[in-house]
């Protein structure tokens, strides 16, 4: 098959690793490509701010860096079309290929400007943003998007613009930005929105399981889905979904795989981070990602632990 513009192999349905700020830096992105292998992985939002930045600074250059040949999707959150079609600008001429823009956080920053799930209470910028990042990145364009921001129908209005400007696919969460993480994705809502648009459209949301991910791809026939939480708690998840691994760990496997996941992160986060405390804090956000009940009476008893030795020696108890 011919490689596409889009970070995947025409014909094939892949399986992403959703951005999450605080966890998906580049430590846990080489972890799962190399144990799990997502087909596509994204940076944390990159967030673009309104003064206008000389260069890339050294920190986000460090996570622009795909880890093999896995495709890596810098995603960026921002308000200003100058700024954000800057920074795009010099990402696409420091080698990226993909950028994404994020319009579905819903913790933005409502005082100095909308961003994220925010722009969708006024959408009135959103041409011309996304005008001037499609004029500057020749790779792969998209957009990762709530369905709407209180109205879960908002996302119909979008979709002319988004194919009108030449998005290469999107990304669907379906809940709205108000909703922030409650009640339930409304799966019933990406697959109209898969019949109602020509674009590639990755079901994103509430994907914690094998038969819940394969249901919705023959629900909904989206073009892939993208695994947050669930592909946090569980990275062999992306091989159950491809039925490499057993549909359903056990909960003895769930411990061990918690374990692996833990020790396989800690020598790359003695490295990036720093000292104890941070380490320690950085890799309890890691285990505040992980939407599943079956794990939750160890979490909370690791994120009781205050000292790094004692953490690395409770999380080696957790392997075989
Ligand atoms: C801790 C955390 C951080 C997140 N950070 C981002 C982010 O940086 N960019 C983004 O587009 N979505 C972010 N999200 C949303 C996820 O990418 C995903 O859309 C959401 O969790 C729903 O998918 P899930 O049910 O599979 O987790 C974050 C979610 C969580 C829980």
Redesign the pocket.
């Known amino acids: 098959m011919p490689q596409t513009i889009l970070p995947w192999e025409q014909g094939t349905f892949p399986l992403m690793l959703?951005?999450?700020?605080?966890?998906?830096n580049r430590i846990v992105r080489k972890l799962y490509v190399e144990s799990v292998r997502p087909d596509a992985v994204?940076t944390?939002?990159v967030r673009i701010k309104r003064e206008l930045r000389k260069r890339i600074s050294a920190a986000d250059r460090l996570e622009i860096e795909p880890v093999g040949d896995v495709p890596l999707i810098v995603?960026l959150?921002g308000y200003g079309a100058v700024e954000l079609t800057e920074a795009a600008r010099q990402m696409v001429d420091a080698g990226v290929q993909h950028i994404?823009l994020?319009l579905?956080?819903p913790f933005g920053r409502t005082t100095s400007g909308l961003t994220?799930g925010n722009v969708l209470r006024n959408t009135e910028n959103l041409p011309t943003i996304l005008a001037g990042l499609r004029a500057v990145v020749p790779g792969s364009l998209s957009v990762?998007i709530r369905s709407g921001y209180a109205d879960p129908r908002q996302i119909f209005e979008l979709l002319p613009l988004f194919e009108a400007v030449g998005l290469d696919f999107l990304?669907l969460?379906p809940?709205t930005v108000v909703q922030k993480?409650t009640g339930c994705?409304d799966h019933a809502l990406t697959r109209e929105v898969v019949q109602a648009t020509s674009l590639p459209v990755i079901a994103?949301?509430?994907?914690?399981r094998t038969a819940f991910g394969n249901k919705l791809r023959i629900d909904a026939n989206p073009a892939g889905l993208?695994?947050?939480?669930?592909?946090i708690a569980d990275p062999v998840l992306f091989q159950r979904l491809r039925g490499q691994a057993p549909a359903t760990p056990d909960s003895a496997e769930r411990r061990q795989i918690l374990g692996q996941t833990l020790t396989g992160l800690l020598p790359g986060y003695r490295e990036i981070f720093c000292g104890d405390h941070q380490i320690l804090s950085k890799l309890k956000?890691v285990l505040?990602?992980m939407?599943v009940p079956e794990l939750e009476a160890e979490i909370v008893r690791l994120k009781r632990i205050q000292k790094l030795d004692a953490f690395a020696a409770a999380v080696n108890r957790l392997l075989p």
């Open positions: 959703a951005p999450m700020q605080g966890v998906t994204f944390e939002f995603q959150i994404n994020n579905g956080c994220g990762k990304i969460h809940r993480y994705a994103n949301g509430d994907i914690n993208m695994l947050g939480r669930g592909g956000a505040s990602a939407g």
